[in-house]
């Protein structure tokens, strides 16, 4: 079959391997699509762990092709999304609940091979299934909405509460829907891209913000601004250094501030302690998915969110290696690899 392989930091090449053969208690399914995050451009330029030769890719759905011994619960032709975090459920964190903390984690398409390919193995306890009817691009942004989703919950959202989205991205902008479907009746995003600006107001925001025309926090907090002293809920979904030290400036006195867009390895930023302390600004770092890759399987299913218009392009595994070598395409959401395209 083919696959795409990580070899070496900025080696990354498609090459023909053997089809994975399914281990008890594993699931052998054929990936229908599989979404390129910025985590995979991080492991192509040695800026997030991991282990190597490996098959990238850990956003994917497809159709279970084989059933190894010990499996239950799933049968040949089921959709399945596969959630790529392997836990141990025997360190210390894995025992305290925090799951997505744990000591001997294996993500799949970062450690073990993954989704760019024709196939891929998965543990039958990280396999949800998934409509038969639903389209299968759809599937493969359960992995992004679950990671979303464990922020939505460390921000603990009210009803009627004010929210603040730094990012138009696809975490932003599936951030923006949670948010609304959490309560919030203030929504706005920021970015300096007019059309995700555009679509972000489709999507539910309230109202939108370009930073790059003068001060965002004063645009925003000030008296007149759009939310005057800040939103109680301030959410960082880019990954860069500008936005997360902007982000507490945004939130009002007792606010929240979750931190869901990842940095690469090794960057720095600078905040101020003492504003944080003074205004009692709560800072939360959001990782990965526990307990929500279920959850954000029934979203999709359910078409609460919509995730059409978030689907940019669809390349073949061959046009992938490009794609992934190289920054995201001026205002691309997400590519997906859809592995059945010549």
Same mark, same amino acid.
């Given at each position: 079959?083919? =696959? ?29 699509? /599989? ?32 059933? %190894? ?6 049968? &040949? ?12 459920? $025997?360190?210390?964190? #894995? ?6 903390? #744990? ?17 891929? /193995? ?5 396999? @949800? ?10 599937? %493969? ?6 990671? #979303?989703?464990? +922020? ?6 009210? =009803? ?15 951030? &923006?829907?949670?948010? $609304?479907?959490?309560? =919030? ?14 679509? =972000? ?7 939108? %913000? ?42 009002? $006195? ?7 867009? &990842? ?14 302390? @003074? ?11 526990? @307990? ?32 992934? +070598?190289?920054?995201?395409?001026? +205002?691309?959401?997400? %590519? ?7």
């Amino acid at each position: 079959m083919k =696959a795409v392989r990580l070899e070496a930091t900025g080696k990354l090449f498609l090459r023909e391997v053997e089809r994975p053969v399914p281990a008890p208690g594993e699931l052998l399914v054929r990936i229908e699509a /599989c979404g390129i995050c910025g985590t995979d451009r991080h492991l192509y330029h040695g800026e997030f762990p991991s282990k190597t030769p490996v098959t990238i890719g850990h956003e994917f759905a497809g159709i279970v092709e084989e059933l %190894a011994s010990g499996v239950s619960g799933f049968r &040949v032709g089921m959709r399945v999304t596969g959630d790529p975090n392997i836990v141990c459920g $025997r360190c210390a964190e #894995c025992q305290r609940g925090r799951v997505n903390l #744990c000591g001997n984690l294996q993500a799949i398409g970062i450690h073990r091979d993954g989704g760019f390919a024709e196939y891929v /193995c998965i543990p039958q306890e990280q396999a @949800f299934e998934l409509p038969a009817a639903l389209d299968p691009l759809h599937g %493969a942004f359960c992995e992004p909405l679950a990671c #979303c989703l464990h +922020g939505i919950d460390l921000a603990d959202i009210k =009803a009627g509460s004010s929210v603040i989205v730094l990012g138009g991205g696809v975490m932003g902008l599936l951030v &923006v829907q949670l948010a $609304r479907l959490a309560g =919030a009746t203030r929504v706005v995003l920021v970015t300096r891209s007019e059309e995700k600006r555009r679509l =972000a107001i489709q999507l539910g925001a309230t109202a939108t %913000a370009d930073p790059s025309s003068g001060d965002i926090a004063v645009r925003l907090t000030a008296e007149g601004g759009l939310l005057p002293g800040g939103a109680e809920v301030v959410i960082e979904c880019a990954g860069v250094a500008e936005t997360i030290e902007q982000a507490p400036r945004l939130a009002r $006195r007792g606010g929240t501030v979750v931190i869901l867009g &990842v940095m690469p390895q090794g960057a720095k930023i600078t905040i101020e302690p003492f504003d944080l302390l @003074f205004r009692e600004i709560k800072l939360v770092n959001s990782f990965l998915n526990p @307990f929500t890759h279920g959850r954000a399987a029934a979203l999709i299913a359910s078409n609460e969110i919509r995730i059409e218009p978030l689907i940019s392009r669809r390349i073949s595994l061959g046009e992938a290696v490009e794609a992934i +070598g190289n920054p995201a395409r001026q +205002g691309e959401i997400r %590519a997906i690899v859809v592995p059945s395209l010549p």
